[in-house]
């Protein structure tokens, strides 16, 4: 482990960014610029717009969020698991066993109180 | 070692200032902009002190997860609906900065009595390098040692799992499952002309069960209520 | 800190960067003569012997384009999130191992661009990240369609996140690491099966990890059939339906970017990345990617889109619970190998 590879990341990010932001700057001097209070509407397809742009949505969209940060906890806690398996062996295959089993009963509760269904 | 410390110092001022800007941002999503921007800096910190695992742990989990989930409630909800960032009552402005001053000294307490740097335990860098490196050492640490907290918080992620639902959809939790599709049957069989466009004023205002109006002071909504249909069943479904 | 090592290995990932730019713009080149060989056309032809100046055309078009921000846009955010889709695509491609280390002007030079210890876990949170431009995209946009196809699309990308995760704990418990380069490098074994000698590619021992992480990873890409959040016939474009010129060309590139990218990493993963017959090297690698990329086309000329209904529930009833299996199984067979059981 070298702090080298992290710092190059970080430099080529600062570099894509530079290309991206000189790229586009680039285009401002040949693109044009006219703006016309017909352009500047939101796209729907020529219906004119009646209703408040950021209307409500369904919360199964929220579910599946709260659910996804449960999951990928999960999943960050099995990666230490799996490099170190031949070290913990079957006593560390136990004990992620269980601990996914405790989840995997959260996911079946899910299921049979119909959440996951998105009708 | 010195150009390290500039390192620090440096990701340590972006966290702060976006942290700032979290608090100072009037916009809900630019402060949770801001704090994907503070938690990516306190990341970089982490490689810095050579805790690669816990660096994209807290990329995953803060910024791929969590915040995620904020920027969904702020979507779902509309902009109107959300409680005022600035003002407020008084009396609830006083508590707060009471409140966060309280923790600050707290903090401060901490950091002046003890020592930062606790004994040194059995995992040095070598015995780190040894086993192959940062994630492997916390896996045999982890999966050890930790047994107790490993499943204590599988339990609590479960408890979490069951809360998600309820907060979420909590139609499902209370057996309104059977209420919910036969409205949704109802609404997608149209028997009649049944929608119309009419000003949501002049409505009776919706009881339990009923659909309601989506927003906005003219909307397409339902004009009667679900149980007036269910006289008439729709696709072959039997009354109750 | 070591500077020599730094300096090389920055520009060994500006040159990477360079090279996916240039295979992206003639990755959408590849992508339409091939779906019109699909759909008995003949694609572009006109720019240049065989079409190939289109790129270049299109390049010259969209950055001469004008670039709208809507009026009830959230400007900064608006002006700043095709940026970020377009910045953060490339990076996943700095892990992947590109060869053994040459020798060049009397110093060792790695063929990668950084090995770092948690590689695979890094190629992960730069796709978790990758989500920000899409949800902050279709929200400053201020159009109901943008915002409706960002959450999709978010929604999506973080159920197939965690089939990607899961799927390769397998590989993890077959190696003990996250790096790519340890990843390859226990491929490069060879695998005695019933007397024959196999590689000890990931595809043999993990095929459901295979299939799982090549499903999640079409889903992850927004591409055909998983490719909802374009879904042009209900949301007009999703979430970049009021972006124009050069930064709707960012979340192009972007999507185009990822493509290679994770073909890449699949090839490294489970078809053994640069180890192949005769001489193992890098075309190895570039073949074993350039599959995946046919099959990314391939799918888009064939499959029709999946419902939304249907692609949530694929995810949550059906990946996530076969990774777990995979997981499963795969730590009871190599406990039996280490004599643990």
Redesign the interface.
């Known amino acids: 482990?070298s702090?080298a590879s992290?710092a190059v990341i970080?430099l080529l990010l600062i570099t894509a960014t530079i290309m991206g932001t000189t790229l586009l700057l680039v285009g401002r001097f040949v693109r044009p610029s006219r703006p016309t209070p017909a352009k500047l509407q939101p796209y729907e397809s020529g219906v004119p717009d009646?209703?408040?742009p950021?209307?409500?949505?369904t919360?199964?969209?929220?579910?599946v969020?709260?659910?996804?940060?449960?999951f990928?906890?999960?999943a960050?806690?099995l990666?230490?698991?799996?490099?170190?398996?031949d070290?913990?062996a079957l006593?560390?295959y136990v004990?992620?066993a269980?601990?996914v089993g405790?989840?995997l009963?959260?996911?079946l509760?899910?299921w049979k109180?119909?959440?996951l269904e998105w009708? | 070692m010195a150009?390290?410390v500039l390192i620090f110092y440096l990701l340590a001022g972006v966290a702060i200032a976006a942290a700032a800007g979290v608090v100072l941002a009037r916009?809900p999503?630019?402060s949770a902009?801001s704090l994907?921007l503070s938690f990516i800096n306190v990341a970089?910190i982490y490689?810095?002190l050579?805790a690669?695992?816990l660096?994209?742990?807290q990329?995953?989990?803060y910024?791929?997860?969590?915040i995620?989930?904020v920027?969904?409630?702020l979507?779902?909800?509309?902009?109107?609906d959300l409680p005022e960032f600035h003002g407020g009552r008084p009396l609830r402005r006083a508590v707060g900065f009471l409140l966060g001053l309280a923790l600050l000294a707290e903090v401060a307490a901490a950091i002046l009595t003890r020592s930062l740097r606790g004994a040194p335990g059995s995992w040095t860098p070598e015995a780190v390098a040894a086993?192959?490196?940062?994630?492997?050492a916390?896996?045999?640490e982890?999966?050890?040692a930790y047994?107790l907290p490993?499943?204590a918080?599988?339990?609590l992620?479960?408890a979490?799992?069951?809360g998600?639902?309820f907060?979420?959809?909590p139609e499902?939790?209370e057996e309104r499952?059977a209420v919910a599709r036969r409205l949704?049957t109802i609404s997608l069989a149209h028997p009649r002309g049944v929608d119309t466009l009419q000003p949501v004023a002049e409505l009776p205002a919706p009881q339990d069960g009923q659909l309601k109006p989506?927003?906005?002071d003219?909307?397409l909504v339902m004009a009667r209520t679900a149980e007036e249909f269910t006289e008439q069943p729709a696709w072959g479904e039997s009354r109750r | 800190?070591d500077w020599e090592a730094l300096i090389v290995s920055y520009l060994l990932g500006f040159v990477l960067l360079n090279i996916l730019l240039v295979l992206m713009a003639y990755m959408t080149w590849f992508e339409r003569r091939l779906v019109a060989f699909f759909q008995d056309r003949i694609g572009p032809n006109r720019t240049g012997p065989f079409g190939l100046l289109q790129p270049i055309a299109d390049g010259v078009k969209l950055i001469s384009k004008e670039d709208i921000v809507p009026a009830n846009a959230?400007r900064?955010?608006f002006l700043v999130a095709p940026l970020l889709s377009f910045v953060l695509a490339p990076l996943g491609a700095l892990v992947v191992p590109f060869g053994d280390s040459i020798t060049l002007f009397g110093r060792q030079i790695n063929l990668y661009v950084i090995d770092?210890?948690?590689a695979t876990?890094?190629f992960?949170?730069v796709g978790?990240?990758g989500?920000?431009g899409i949800?902050?995209g279709g929200?400053a946009s201020g159009n109901r369609y943008s915002?409706l196809g960002?959450?999709r699309s978010?929604a999506q990308v973080?159920s197939y996140?965690l089939v990607l995760?899961l799927s390769l704990v397998g590989i993890f418990i077959l190696t003990?690491?996250?790096s790519l380069v340890e990843i390859l490098r226990a491929q490069q074994r060879t695998l005695i099966l019933g007397g024959l000698e196999l590689p000890n590619w990931f595809i043999l021992s993990q095929p459901l990890a295979f299939v799982l992480f090549l499903i999640a990873a079409v889903a992850e890409t927004n591409r055909a059939p998983f490719d909802l959040p374009e879904a042009e016939t209900e949301l007009i474009a999703g979430y970049f339906t009021e972006y124009s010129g050069f930064r709707f060309s960012f979340y192009f590139l972007a999507e185009y970017i990822n493509m290679i990218v994770v073909s890449l990493i699949a090839a490294t993963l489970f078809l053994g990345g640069i180890d192949g017959p005769f001489i193992d090297g890098i075309w190895w690698l570039v073949a074993k990617a350039f599959i995946f990329l046919f099959f990314y086309v391939w799918l888009r000329a064939t499959l029709p889109r999946f419902r939304y209904d249907q692609l949530m529930g694929l995810a949550w009833k059906v990946l996530l619970p076969l990774a777990l299996i995979n997981i499963g199984v795969t730590g009871l067979v190599r406990l039996w190998g280490i004599g643990a059981l």
């Open positions: 482990m702090l992290y970080g009646v209703n408040p950021r209307a409500r949505f919360p199964r969209f929220y579910l969020a709260l659910l996804f940060v449960i990928d906890v999960e960050i806690f990666y230490p698991w799996a490099v170190a398996f070290a913990l006593y560390g004990q992620a269980l601990f405790l989840l009963v959260g996911l509760y899910e109180k119909g959440a009708v | 150009i390290e916009n999503v630019h902009v994907v970089a490689v810095v050579r690669e695992f660096a994209v742990a990329i995953i989990v910024t791929g997860a969590i995620v989930l920027l969904f409630v979507m779902l909800v509309q902009q109107q086993v192959g490196g940062n994630i492997q916390i896996g045999r982890l999966y050890s047994m490993i499943q918080t599988a339990l992620l479960l979490a799992t069951i998600a639902l907060l979420a959809r499902l939790v499952l949704f989506a927003g906005g003219r909307s | 800190m959230d900064l955010i770092i210890n948690v876990l890094y992960l949170a978790s990240m989500v920000y949800i902050l929200y915002l960002a959450l978010t973080i996140e995760g003990g690491s996250l």
